[in-house]
């Protein structure tokens, strides 16, 4: 019969957690030192056919369409968000980015800077763990004027 303890009074002092060299995605930190960051809202708790008798019972076809959200029209003046389209005050527009931006680091290696090396850096995406307000805030805007064409990351 194998035994699962680690030989701790007989107590199993593993908390499930792999070795860095055993994972697919090694990030090069320590798995319990990492963050992780939690979904913006919950998806699924006033969904129905979340507990047990809901799933069993199925939903009624009068609460499946009362759920159904409407066909947006032409007339519409805005688009659900902020007050209306093409006025201040919208949430998406042309001078507000709706990719996050992530962690930025140094574009060169420490021995290869020149006096100006702080104006430049590049986004590597977010952090395992959770991020402050302030970079949360941070989204990627396009410049106009750029012909950059690309996706950010």
């Known amino acids: 019969m194998a035994d699962d303890s680690d030989g701790v009074d007989g107590v199993d002092i593993d908390n499930g957690l792999l070795e860095d060299d055993d994972t697919l995605d090694g990030r090069g ?3 319990l030192d990492e963050g992780y960051t939690v979904p913006e809202r919950p998806w ?9 008798r809901e799933a069993h019972d ?17 007339t519409d003046d805005g688009d659900g968000l902020g007050d209306s389209a093409g006025t201040d005050g919208e949430l998406y527009d042309d001078e507000v980015g709706v990719a996050r931006s992530g962690r ?31 970079e949360a805030a941070v989204h990627i805007v396009r410049d106009p004027d750029d012909a950059w064409e690309g996706k950010p990351r």
């Open 44 to 52: 699924e708790r006033d969904h129905y056919g979340v507990t047990a």
């Open 104 to 134: 930025l680091v140094d574009v060169e290696p420490a021995g290869e800077r020149d006096d100006f090396a702080y104006l430049n850096a590049v986004d590597v995406g977010r952090d395992g763990g959770a991020a402050s307000a302030e």
């Open 29 to 31: 930190v320590d798995l």
């Open 58 to 74: 199925h939903e009624s076809l009068a609460g499946r369409l009362a759920r159904e959200l409407p066909d947006i029209r032409d």
